[in-house]
C-alpha cells in the first residue's frame, strides 16, 4: 500500500504515514455521548440535557452508562432528583468540554464565522462591581456578540470554577493561584461617608482618632467573617484602623451604603458605588485628607492556551471598558501601621 493510503474498516480507520498511523478513537455515537454527558454535566439532570439535546432522559442515562463503561470510572453521583460530578467526572468534564469548544472554534475559523463566538458565558461578580460596572456593560457585549447567551452571578460568595461550571470570576484582592490567570481591572479607590443628618448629629470627624467618637457601619468578609480593617494615609504611613460600631453587615457591602444613607453612622466604601450619592449631596465625603487608598479588582479565569472563543473575546471586552476606571492606588509609605 502506498504512503498515505487510507485503509476502511466498519468502526476503525488507519491511516498510513510511512512508519506512522493514527487510529481512529471515536465513533459517532461516542462522541455524541459525550455532547449529553457535558450537557447533563452542565445542567445538573438528565431531564435537563435531554430537553437542550431534544432526545429522551432515557437517551441520556444510556449514553453516561456507556462512557461510564467505556472508560470504567464512574461519572456521576446519582440521586432521585439530582446528578453531582464526582471527581473523575469533574476532570472528564472539564477536558471534555474544553476539547468540544475547540471543535465549535475550528468550525467556525473554516467556515469564516470565527468572528462571531458563541454559546453560554457564566460569569461570577461581587455586589459592588456587579451593580455599578459590571452590568451596565453586558447590553453593549451582547450587541457586538450577539450569539453569546450571558449567566451573571451577583454575589460575595466565593464561587467553584470547576464545581460550579463558571467561565470568568471578577474578586477583590484575588489571591494568587498557578491555574488561574488575574487581570487587573482598577484599583478602585475607598471613601469614607455619612449623611448629613448624621454629621450634623454626631459631628465632623477631623483626624483618625475622632473615629472612636462615632458609630462606624462594619463589614464582615464572607469568606471568614472578620471585620474589614478601614485603610487611611497618615504622615506618609498606611494605617489600618479598626473601628467600633453598633452596625454590622454581612454578605452584601451595599447594606453598609444603604445604612450610612439613612443617616445610620460613618462607612467606608469604594468611592464608584457612592459617586451618585456624593454629587446630589445625599452622603458626604469625610477624612478626605487621609484618603488615597485602595483595594485592587481583578478578572480570573482559567490558565489555559485552550480557552473558548466567547472567553477571549470578553475578557478583551472588559479590559478595554475598564481601561478608563484605572485609578492611582495608595501612594507607596515608608512602613505601615495597624491603630485601634
Known sequence: MLPGAINWAWDTCVVTLGKESMKRHFDDVLLGSIELFCLAAEAGTFTAAALAAGVTPAAVSRSISRLEKRLGVRLFVRSTRSIRLTEGGKTY????????????DAER????EQVQPAGTLRISAPTTYGHHRLLPMLPVFRAKYPLIRLEVNISNRNIGFHDENYDLAIRVRAQPDSTMIARLLEDAPLVVVASPAYLKRAGVPRTLADLEKHECIQFD??????QISWLFNEDGHQREVSCGGNYSCSEDVLGGVTLATAGAGLFQ??????????????????LQAFGGRSRPYSLLYPHSRLLPSRVR???AFLVEQTRGFQAAGAAPAAKSKRAK
Open 313 to 315: 473575546a470578553f475578557v
Open 269 to 286: 466604601t469604594y468611592k464608584f458605588v457612592v459617586e451618585k450619592q456624593l454629587a446630589d449631596g445625599t452622603l458626604v465625603e469625610v
Open 221 to 226: 468578609l464572607p469568606s471568614s467573617g472578620r
Open 109 to 112: 475559523k473554516v467556515t469564516g
Open 93 to 104: 468534564f472539564e477536558e471534555c468540554r474544553q476539547a468540544l469548544n475547540q471543535l465549535v
